[in-house]
């Protein structure tokens, strides 16, 4: 047996060798500094993943009340009907108790069919998307569940990595234990892009069938349940028979879920869908343009596009498409008749008499080419639509009713040295008449002389108080509506002759009630007594005249209706505004840029028309 001492012997007594002390007091430090070491390590990274998890800025989601995303702001016409919205992201947030029963079970069968039995993420989703990506070579499959595609919507970006992935799933396990499986539902079905700028199943709702989400049946609901995948690719607007398709599948998810029958999913997938064309998409967008200017006055910009904001408007809804009809029928007969010509622009205004307030707003022909409201927006001359304002001035000036005035033939020398004849329509003159038969028949020289007996002074006064705030020129040719007006103005104007000379400026918007339930009423225009009550009389029943026996036997066969014609040199404007019981109304035709509408275009051939179009059908209302 050795005896070699620093060979290790059983049962042999320990003992310390030369150096050993020191060599261990060595090991206990390397130990302590490996501790150390250790442990100053796992504070970085519990202080990376900290500062990892604060970076994710994580949204303070602890219930559903604590989802509060920017909302569009609603404009509702007088009966409470959606007419138009005002938004960045139009989203217009649904209670999961106000949606419809079958409306979240369709959209979990077709996005997310384990939804209720899995933690926020789902293995067998996740390892049949890999799978698909690395037989694609790609990654355009992610394996997202609903509560996935929350998280990514509220607290993450699009952009597919695998460290987003990751984040993506540790906050969506997180989500399902701060909120109820409810509570994601509801947040999911609010914050989803549907398409054509609608998020959220409400807003989708009213974009694509014109109705609250509440409103939908199944063949609906699963035409908005398959639009998630991509909604401008399954679109019904652009791609009908893509939509149909991915409906088809939410419905066979629903079969095979066992939420409805077969039955039940081909009734569904074979019933005729009404879906909102073009031309309604259209309709409400300059009255809703003409809103958000007023809101403008009283509310922020971000107020505005991201406070929810539900405006309670006096416009009414059926008006507004009786107006739209009324307006493109009658350009289309304009485009007839003109065959060689561009077809023309239109605007058309309808106020209630007594109270000055909008019933109807149509600015344009088509919203989606071209946003100018021109009911509102454009100043454009007048022509003899002017005229009655002109006697208003004169009666109150104390010319005579009654009183005759020359239809002849007039020179006039202006300042500058120029001479000016105005013309009578057809060079036609009537010698003597009175002041009755000058305006119903519209006398361009009785005008001007009425002009000059009145005096330019009288004539602006009259004008301001009935509301016109266009700049009027001290030109003889004032007389015959040389100077730009707008079409809503003369139309208020219009009311007083109506309304026994009582007044109020125009006024759309009655109350506003805000995103927390306060309603705020709108200021009303007050009531002014704008002319005489005697004179507003005698123009009404002389405005009367003019549609029986004048200018204006276009806009004839409706009961008690009065208005004027108005054309401007070369036909370039076409006008007729006037009044039934209860509503008065103007129409504008023409071109943007002032060319010519055609040969016999013109107040009472053009304009005319399409305002008894709409007066006979809004009387019916």
Known sequence: MSTDPYRYQPNQEYRQLPGQRQ?????????????????????????????????????????????????????????????????????????????PELLPKAFVAAEDGRFWEHAGVDGWSILRAAINNILSRSRSQGGS???????????????????????????????????????????????????????????????????????LDLAEIALLAGLPQSPSNYSPLKNFQAAKGRQRYVLNRMVEEGIISADEAHQAFTRELSLINRWKRSLNGYFALYIRNQLSKRYTSAEILTGGLRVSTSVDGRLQEVAMRALLQGVDKVAQRQPSRMPPQAALVALDTDSGRIVAMIG?????????????????????????????????????????????????????????????????????????????????VAAVRLLKQTGFAPLLATADRLGISAPLQEEYSLALGSSPVSLLELTCAYTAFANDGLLHAPVAITSVRDASGRVHPWPQ????????????KWLHSSLVEVVQRGTGRQASGIKGASGKTGTTDNNADAWFIGSIPDITAGVWVGHDHSVALGPGEGGGSTAAPIWRAFMQEAQQQ
């Open 145 to 215: 569940t609903i509560t996935q595609q929350v998280t990514r919507a509220l607290m993450l970006g699009r952009e597919k990595t695998y460290s987003r992935k990751l984040t993506e799933a540790f906050l969506s396990y997180r989500l399902e234990k701060a909120l109820s499986k409810e509570d994601i539902l509801t947040i999911y079905l609010n914050e989803i892009y549907l398409g054509e700028g609608a998020y959220g199943v409400e807003a989708a709702a009213l974009t694509y069938f014109g109705k609250p989400a509440a409103a």
């Open 364 to 444: 344009g022909t088509d919203f989606n080419q071209n946003q100018f409201n021109r009911a509102v927006q454009a100043m454009r001359q007048p022509g003899s639509a002017f005229k009655p304002i002109l006697y208003a001035a004169a009666l109150d000036q104390g010319i005579a009713a009654n009183s005759t005035i020359a239809d002849r033939p007039l020179s006039l020398e202006l300042e500058n040295g120029r001479v000016w004849k105005p013309k009578n329509f057809g060079d036609t003159y009537r010698g003597n008449i009175n002041l009755r038969n000058s305006l119903v028949v519209s006398s361009n």
């Open 525 to 536: 225009a007050p009531l002014v007594q704008a002319l005489n009550p005697a004179h507003a």
């Open 23 to 99: 060599s261990r007091v060595l090991d206990e430090r390397s130990l302590a500094r490996l501790l150390l070491t250790a442990s100053t390590a796992c504070l970085l990274c519990i202080g990376a993943v900290l500062a990892w998890f604060i970076s994710l800025q994580l949204p303070v989601i602890s219930s559903v009340a604590d989802y509060q995303p920017p909302q569009a702001t609603v404009i509702l016409d007088r009966r409470g009907e959606a007419l138009d919205v005002i938004a960045h992201e139009f989203r217009l947030v649904l209670p999961y108790q106000a949606m």
